[in-house]
């Protein structure tokens, strides 16, 4: 009892603390984008996946893919010229979505959609001030030629325009042959030029010179820095003043000089000879602070082959000029926790890097990690074997690790989300949420599977009632094993109690009166939700 009371009054206080003690975060899910409609510009907005989210120049960008999609002609559509990669903007939070840019046909998946800042011209001198550019990229096959290109897309935001740029134009096959998945400016110690670097497919690692006289504001090197590799890199990033990208097993580190060499940082062949392609091995290649030391440390997820189940290592410099490997998670244990009786038999994560933001609840730096997860047994619900709703991972300063589940736990009639690829804090004024989206068919028919859904973080007075219309009364207050709940209304309305961690454990309406048995609820701090309005209570053991 003394350990109970104890539990309430700290989590008061931690509120307090972080400054809302007369304030509550209501943490809602919210829908902001289901594929299948026409925006107000008349242009088709379907998709079977969003793949990556951007904040730039305070709106919100998305990249939508077709693969699986019927709308697409590769898969039963009609039209030659609908269903092909999207950038899709939001510009206000009460907005609606607009296609943006249409990368054009046969450019089935936009790969790539990132944000990077030129400081340096290709000369390597300062720039009067940074550059800061929205780019996308993809590649086209072409089955009349037998020919693949590569190109980057750049956002001119003054017009709204995009410009292409290519990178390297090659021959069939294509797919892992040329898959774009990150690029990452950077400067090379010796030298002192700034580059832009792709990872495309086994083509290898090219580099990009800035150049502010092209509309596309990037002139490509055609001819690879380093490559080919076996396997479609993944991820690259900067870490310590140097560049590093994976491909397999591999972690390659970037050698600076006139003639840049690159060669083995670290190998996981301990862990498998074999890499499946198509799941990649290194996946989600992050940067972040070392926890035992004041450099930096690389994050990622090992997913070699189809009984991948997505651990997480940490890798530290050693005195040696490489890394030690440290193991911190295995994701399929933890969903197989939060899904009681089921077996994850597979699971695949990191689409793109970890995500870091800072918890509103606790104010401790998190990083976000979106997967999907093949599940058997405790009769959840599965989309073609994967979990029908979409789960994250979230990795706290103190390297701890949970699980939860975007717009609550998922519905029989609910559609399927099956796979959180990416998330983003969301850049308009006044908006404290983060944005998640995804979808992955898995190689499944999946028309118009696309999704975007936010979580609001918003600050609100406890005592606020926003809508006066409607009086709403909660007691006892502190409640033991019965709460009441009053409202003045001839209507009937839907309430929620919500945790101190935004998770919603109870629903229900509400006519008039309505009495709660809460006695089975943990003793705690608590939020009752009816429209607009909500109330603290407690619950004492």
């Not at 936009?110 to 011209?121: G, I, N, R, S």
């Not at 190109?151 to 935001?157: G, I, L, P, Y």
Request: proline residues 4%; charged residues 15%.
């Amino acid at each position: 009892m003394i350990i109970k009371s104890y539990l309430i009054k700290l989590t008061i206080f931690i509120l307090s603390f972080i400054g809302i003690e007369n304030s509550l975060i209501a943490q809602a899910w919210s829908k902001s984008f289901a594929a299948g409609f026409v925006d107000s510009n008349s242009s088709f907005l379907g998709g079977s996946e969003v793949l990556q989210l951007v904040s730039h120049k305070k709106k919100l960008y998305a990249s939508v893919g077709y693969w699986q999609d019927g709308n697409n002609i590769w898969y039963g559509g009609t039209s030659s010229s609908k269903g092909w990669s999207q950038i899709i903007r939001l510009d206000n939070s009460n907005g609606k979505w607009l296609e943006d840019h249409f990368l054009g046909s046969s450019y089935l998946r936009p790969e790539l959609l990132k944000q990077v800042v030129f400081t340096k011209d290709a000369l390597g001198n300062p720039l009067t001030s940074p550059d800061t550019v929205l780019i996308a990229a993809g590649y086209s096959p072409n089955y009349i030629t037998s020919t693949v290109k590569v190109k980057t897309f750049t956002r001119n935001d003054a017009t709204g325009s995009w410009a292409e740029s290519q990178i390297v134009q090659g021959n069939f096959p294509a797919g892992e042959n040329y898959s774009i998945r990150d690029v990452e400016v950077y400067t090379d110690s010796v030298t002192g030029l700034e580059r832009i670097y792709a990872t495309v497919g086994t083509k290898g690692v090219f580099a990009g010179k800035y150049n502010p006289a092209s509309a596309s504001k990037i002139d490509w090197i055609s001819t690879a820095e380093f490559g080919p590799v076996s396997i479609r890199p993944l991820g690259i990033t900067l870490a310590n003043n140097a560049l590093y990208f994976s491909s397999g097993n591999k972690l390659y580190l970037r050698t600076d000089g006139g003639t840049p060499s690159y060669s083995v940082a670290h190998d996981f062949s301990d862990l498998s000879t074999t890499i499946n392609s198509a799941v990649g091995g290194i996946r989600g290649l992050t940067t972040i602070n070392n926890p035992n030391d004041t450099n930096q440390a690389l994050l990622l997820m090992w997913c070699p082959n189809g009984q991948s189940k997505g651990v997480i290592y940490r890798l530290e410099p050693n005195s040696l000029g490489g890394f030690t490997r440290i193991y911190e998670a295995k994701i399929s244990v933890l969903v197989q926790s939060y899904l009681p009786g089921s077996s994850v038999s597979y699971l695949l994560g990191a689409y793109n890097e970890f995500y870091e933001y800072i918890d509103p609840v606790t104010n401790d730096t998190s990083h976000l990690i979106g997967f999907e997860a093949q599940i058997t047994g405790g009769g959840h619900q599965t989309w073609n074997g994967y979990y029908k709703g979409a789960l994250f991972a979230k990795r706290n300063s103190n390297i701890q690790y949970s699980i939860e589940e975007i717009n609550g736990p998922i519905g029989n009639s609910d559609p399927a989300l099956v796979s959180n690829r990416c998330y983003v804090q969301s850049p308009f004024a006044g908006e404290n949420a983060i944005y998640f989206g995804g979808f992955d068919p898995n190689g499944n028919q999946a028309t118009n599977k696309a999704w975007v859904f936010k979580k609001d973080n918003s600050f609100t007075s406890i005592n606020e009632v926003e809508d006066q219309n409607i009086k709403l009364l909660v007691y006892p207050n502190p409640a033991v094993k019965i709460l009441t709940i009053e409202i003045e209304t001839n209507d009937c309305l839907d309430y929620k109690i919500i945790s101190v961690l935004g998770k919603t454990i109870r629903s229900g309406k509400v006519c008039t009166k309505k009495q709660i048995d809460v006695s089975e609820l943990s003793p705690n701090m608590y939020f009752l939700k009816i429209g607009n309005q909500t109330k603290k209570f407690i619950i004492q053991p």
